[in-house]
T-cell receptor
Framework: RKEVEQDPGPFNVPEGATVAFNCTYS??????FFWYRQDCRKEPKLLMS???SGNEDGRFTAQLNRASQYISLLIRDSKLSDSATYLC????????????FGAGTRLFVKA | DVKVTQSSRYLVKRTGEKVFLECVQD?????MFWYRQDPGLGLRLIYF???????EKGDIPEGYSVSREKKERFSLILESASTNQTSMYLC?????????????FGEGSWLTVV
């Protein structure tokens, strides 16, 4: 079982749609959580951190459920420019720290 | 803005060649990383370093070595390139040892081994 699992997609949605991505992690010692965005043939970049109370940044909302070991990202009013791969990222306490990247969920937003 | 620079963006090498991938960061970050990214497998950590002359193996170190002689520079070495090392290689850095630190990536080096 992968340590961080995501639905690979692709998700194909029209502009203006709301889309949700889910991510599960297996290690209960996970301490920090993030969503990164990666455009085609580009490097990943931090989209947002995910806090226990949930957090919002404009059209993006991230949620964390520690009991179920589950993270989500909601994108409202999708734009063409949201087309990218979204990576779920978890930092785990292993005595040091270890950052684990999910394989990503591909999103296509169409006009 | 944090800048992580990978000097070689696109390389084609022959099987058995020695390959050097160079990475420089300009923000005095303690941590530096080398990942490879393959379709369906996501990012896999090859090696990382918390300090000058320090290195630790990641998840897939076989066939690779690294060098960190200066804080800002972290090099990945393929001693004898093989076709299964064809991949996108991403260098990254982060400020310090901690769970909440953002990881900043370079633009990537696309290596093809023929």
């Amino acid at each position: 079982r992968k340590e961080v699992e995501q639905d690979p997609g692709p998700f194909n949605v029209p502009e203006g749609a709301t889309v949700a991505f889910n991510c599960t992690y297996s290690n209960s010692a996970s301490q920090s959580f993030f969503w990164y965005r990666q455009d085609c043939r580009k490097e990943p970049k931090l989209l947002m951190s995910v806090y226990s109370s949930g957090n919002e940044d404009g059209r993006f909302t991230a949620q964390l459920n520690r009991a179920s070991q589950y993270i989500s990202l909601l994108i409202r009013d999708s734009k063409l420019s949201d087309s990218a791969t979204y990576l779920c990222v978890v930092s785990v306490n292993t005595g040091g720290f270890k950052t684990i990247f999910g394989a990503g969920t591909r999103l296509f937003v169409k006009a | 803005d944090v800048k992580v620079t990978q000097s070689s963006r696109y390389l084609v090498k022959r099987t058995g060649e020695k390959v050097f991938l160079e990475c420089v960061q300009d923000m005095d970050h303690e941590n530096m990383f080398w990942y490879r990214q393959d379709p369906g497998l996501g990012l896999r950590l090859i090696y990382f370093s918390y300090d000058v002359k320090m290195k630790e193996k990641g998840d897939i170190p076989e066939g690779y070595s690294v060098s960190r002689e200066k804080k800002e520079r972290f090099s990945l070495i393929l001693e004898s390139a093989s076709t299964n090392q064809t991949s996108m290689y991403l260098c990254a850095s982060s400020p310090s040892r901690g769970y909440g630190n953002t990881i900043y990536f370079g633009e990537g080096s696309w290596l093809t081994v023929v």
